[in-house]
């Protein structure tokens, strides 16, 4: 085995074991005694719905 082979095989290795702490692991879901932490504070409208007040100016 030649030296950059070696290397190349060397940093395969290292590339495949940092890939593999990407993952997500557990469920997606909060707990269930805590889901109150996880939600927004309020409703928010459609973006769609939303329209920009008129200005003064505009008129």
């Keep these: ?3 950059l082979s070696r290397s190349a095989l060397l940093l395969a290795l290292l590339a495949a ?3 593999t702490a990407c993952g997500k692991k557990g469920s ?4 269930e ?4 932490a996880f939600t927004y504070p ?3 409208p459609k973006p769609s719905t939303v329209v920009p007040p ?5 008129d």
């Design 28 to 31: 997606i879901n909060p707990p």
């Design 17 to 19: 074991l940092s890939l």
């Design 42 to 44: 309020k409703t928010y």
């Design 54 to 58: 008129r200005k003064p100016e505009d």
């Design 1 to 3: 085995m030649t030296k």
């Design 33 to 36: 005694d805590r889901e109150e």
